[in-house]
């Protein structure tokens, strides 16, 4: 139920599932195949996945980019937009949203701490917010901060929860 697909592939990353590439070839969005990550690797690297790509996947655009250097990011940015249907708003001008609070409360301490430890936790962190209390001067929150492995958890409180307070 969507208007554009954009498959974000690492140029070093992995195979796709068979259930992956069938969903992706049965989808009805405009489809855009990315291959991030370009500064790391060489043009014969990045011939080399494009073809392979357009042998896998058909899309209607594929792209090359590096998120971290912004390179083209602005023309990925230009295809979904120039790919969107103009139709009525689905909601009221004043709804900024269909998330809840705990919803953006996640996202916003999992953001924090994948910037903040870098690379040293993986993407697998989940947060739960158990309690959301508003005062009139202070948002009381309590989250758990879930990892995959026990080796984790240190990492995430660090010496003396010092880790921990930073996010």
Do not use: W
């Not at 992956?20 to 991030?36: G, R, S, T, V, Y």
């Amino acid at each position: 139920d969507s208007d554009v697909l954009v498959l974000l592939i690492d140029i070093h990353g992995k195979e796709f599932s068979e259930d992956i590439k069938e969903k992706f070839h049965q989808a009805k969005a405009k489809k855009i195949i990315c291959i991030n990550k370009i500064d790391t690797s060489n043009q014969e690297e990045l011939e080399s996945a494009l073809v392979q790509l357009k042998e896998e996947f058909e899309a209607d655009v594929y792209l090359s980019i590096s998120a971290l250097n912004g390179f083209e990011t602005d023309t990925l940015e230009r295809y979904i937009v120039s790919f969107l249907p103009q139709h009525p708003p689905y909601f009221p001008p004043d709804q900024l949203t269909d998330r809840s609070e705990r919803f953006f409360v996640n996202e916003i301490i999992r953001e924090k701490i994948l910037l903040f430890y870098n690379k040293e936790i993986p993407y697998a962190v989940e947060i739960v917010t158990e309690e959301f209390l508003e005062d009139e001067t202070i948002i009381r929150i309590r989250a758990l901060i879930m990892v995959e492995r026990d080796t984790q958890k240190g990492i995430i409180i660090g010496h003396k929860g010092a880790a921990l307070k930073k996010v």
